[in-house]
């Protein structure tokens, strides 16, 4: 998939979400993300109803975690096609966490530790850039579905980036990916991926609410959203019931 392709995919949600609250111009951020800046996106009675509607629920959200390579296809196929797709249907009954390290390697005591990736070199950039985006924006999936979405990872990062991040100038990105910040959150990347219990074995890699079976692995990359639906212990939201919702309009 281009990265055109793939921003169409996201513009197409976007296009559909809109018909129900349509955003301010100032508004930046995807669909799944307006309630979390409501006032700037001019959205506030829709997220108010949502809450009254009981969407925002106490209970606690079904914890996905994606430990991944940027290059991976397989890992590049279940981001794009289960677990972005998930979120922004189910993102008030779910938290998503992303691991890129993956199959890596890490080698020295200290830092700066060097890291040697399952698909070369560029891998190893790319799983550096996604962790730097991560940890210097705040609404990151975007950027990094953005990325595996596109036809070439590496070239379409400062694209997508520019793309919600229009403000950030790309060069904060990059002293992060070759400074002490990028070596650092690597070895962060590496220490969390080391700690799985059981060891990883491939990736994807699919934990759920910190929990990894065969049985998880294999519903998660089938169907992410059944899955979702079906642990969580809250009220269900009408995506998963397929419940009708009535609209009120009157603030479009």
């Known amino acids: 998939m281009n990265v055109s392709l793939g921003l169409f995919l996201l ?17 930046l951020y995807p669909p799944a993300q307006w309630c979390r800046s409501a006032e700037k996106c001019g959205v506030q009675k829709h997220c108010f109803e949502q809450k009254a509607d009981g969407l925002n629920q106490t209970d606690s959200p079904v914890e996905v975690a994606l430990y991944y390579e940027s290059l991976c296809p397989g890992c590049r196929q279940f981001l794009v096609l289960q677990l972005y797709p998930t ?22 005591q200290k ?6 990736c399952q698909h070369g070199e560029d891998e190893c950039l790319g799983n550096m850039i996604e962790a730097c985006i991560m940890n210097l924006t705040q609404f990151s999936f975007p950027i990094i579905y953005c990325m595996e979405s596109s036809e070439d990872v590496i070239k379409s990062a400062q694209v997508c980036f ?34 799985l ?14 929990e990894h079976t065969d049985d998880l692995e294999q519903k998660a990359t089938s169907s992410l959203f059944m899955l979702v639906c079906s642990l969580y212990k809250g009220a269900k939201p009408a995506a998963c019931t397929g419940a009708a919702k009535k609209v009120d309009r009157s603030y479009l």
């Open 162 to 195: 520019q793309l919600y991040e229009s403000k950030v100038d790309w060069n904060t990105v990059m002293t992060c990916v070759k400074g002490d910040l990028g070596n650092q959150l690597m070895h962060a990347n590496a220490l969390m991926t080391q700690a």
């Open 111 to 116: 830092p700066p530790y060097t890291f040697t």
């Open 197 to 210: 219990n059981p060891p990883h074995q491939y990736v994807p890699w699919v934990t759920i609410n910190g």
């Open 87 to 108: 979120l922004l249907m189910l993102h008030d009954i779910m938290a998503v966490s992303l691991v890129p390290f993956g199959n890596a390697q890490e080698s020295g």
């Open 11 to 27: 513009g197409f949600y976007f296009v559909l979400e809109s018909s129900e609250c349509r955003p301010s111009s100032p508004c």
